[in-house]
Nanobody
Framework: QVSLAESGGGLVQPGGSLKLSCVAS????????LGWYRQAPGKERELVAA???????NYADSVKGRFTVSGGTAARTVILEMNALKPEDTAVYYC???????????????WGQGTQVTISS
């Protein structure tokens, strides 16, 4: 079993900051990448930011310069620091991991349960 334990989220005013954390645990042979996705009502789930096993980071264009992803696959932790938050950042944020449970297993996606982030005055 693989578990992605998320923490953080909540309600903040526009321009404010929040931090999301996720720790991966369980039967993990190798982590390919760790990151955060989000899904707003009526919209598709989209990548927010991720870090690969090589330490490379990827960001959605809409969050570049405002959000910072840190942690890494070696630490099995990914942290998303969100600054200058906007109402359009409101969504359920999901931790995501792409990993192998054993050497011979295929790369598989796992998801956290999601945490609500609401930006409102």
């Amino acid at each position: 079993q693989v578990s992605l334990a998320e923490s953080g989220g909540g309600l903040v005013q526009p321009g404010g900051s929040l931090k999301l954390s996720c720790v991966a645990s369980g039967r993990i042979f190798a982590l390919n990448n760790l990151g955060w996705y989000r899904q707003a009502p009526g919209k598709e789930r989209e990548l927010v930011a991720a870090v690969t096993r090589r330490g490379e980071t990827n960001y959605a264009d809409s969050v570049k310069g405002r959000f910072t992803v840190s942690g890494g696959t070696a630490a099995r932790t990914v942290i998303l620091e969100m600054n200058a938050l906007k109402p359009e950042d409101t969504a359920v944020y999901y931790c995501h991991a792409n990993l192998r449970t054993v050497f011979t297993a295929p790369l598989t996606d796992y998801w956290g349960q999601g945490t609500q982030v609401t930006i409102s005055s």
